[in-house]
């Protein structure tokens, strides 16, 4: 079946380190996304990537990076500058066309200790 | 004035009640308008899409544009406890090469047997 592989599913980190998640993908998919969410705050656009070997800030991308070496991978790390990444992400893909819809990964909750 | 605005809920049903979820939106540049449905803990699942103004059903569901308005809602018939979730809203324009989608915040929705 097609679809979104994210892991972990849940990652503890101590403050001051980085953490890389995982994102795959096998629907053949042009664009890749990371959001973040936070109860009461919605979905914030983190990177996101319309082909390989190139991505583009979004709206919170402080703290964070990616890279797009394939077109079916696209990795997110927090770093130790991101100042509050507990959080749960949330990887997407679509088609780059027109439409634009978006398909979701089951998340990575990040837990900071 | 945030570009697009969801009642946060939380909105608690009877099973069987219609059920009303609604968002504005202040671009007048969106085109293309989406439902998710999020489960706890889960990524987002698209539930319904619409381009432009209009209704669009798909069994219980029926979503809605009014363009003229800047309002968006979603219908549910005869609602079951399964629909118990998080909607988010989500739209796009159509310009360029810029497919970011802007999502509201969410209405915690909970269908009580």
């Known amino acids: 079946d097609g679809g979104i592989t994210q892991s972990p599913k849940y990652l503890f980190r101590k403050e001051g380190q980085n953490v890389t998640l995982s994102c795959e993908q096998n629907?053949?998919?042009?664009?890749m996304y990371w959001y973040r969410q936070d109860p009461g705050q919605g979905l914030r656009l983190i990177y996101y990537?319309?082909?390989?070997?190139?991505?583009q800030k979004g709206d919170i991308a402080e703290g964070y990076s990616v890279s797009r070496e394939k077109k079916e991978s696209f990795p997110l790390t927090v770093t130790s500058a991101q100042k509050n990444p507990t959080a749960f992400y949330l990887c997407?893909?679509?088609?780059?066309?027109?439409?634009?819809?978006?398909?979701f990964g089951e998340g990575s909750r990040l837990t900071v200790l | 004035q945030k570009e697009v605005e969801q009642d946060p809920g939380p909105l608690s049903v009877p099973e069987g009640a219609i059920v009303s979820l609604n968002c504005t939106y202040s671009?007048?540049?969106?085109?293309?308008f989406m439902w998710y449905r999020q489960y706890s803990r889960k990524g987002p699942e698209l539930l319904m899409y619409?381009?432009?103004?209009g209704n669009k059903e798909d069994g219980r569901f029926t979503a809605q544009v009014d363009k003229s308005s800047k309002y968006i809602s979603l219908f549910i018939r005869d609602s079951q406890p399964s629909d118990s979730a998080t909607y988010l809203c989500?739209?796009?324009?159509?310009?360029?090469?810029?497919?970011?989608?802007?999502f509201g915040k969410g209405t915690l929705l909970t269908v009580n047997p």
């Open positions: 997407a893909s679509s088609i780059h066309r027109e439409r634009g819809e978006l398909f």
């Open positions: 629907l053949n998919h042009d664009a």
């Open positions: 990537s319309q082909i390989v070997n190139d991505f």
């Open positions: 671009n007048s540049a969106f085109q293309y």
């Open positions: 619409t381009y432009s103004s």
């Open positions: 989500a739209m796009r324009d159509s310009g360029g090469s810029n497919y970011k989608l802007t």
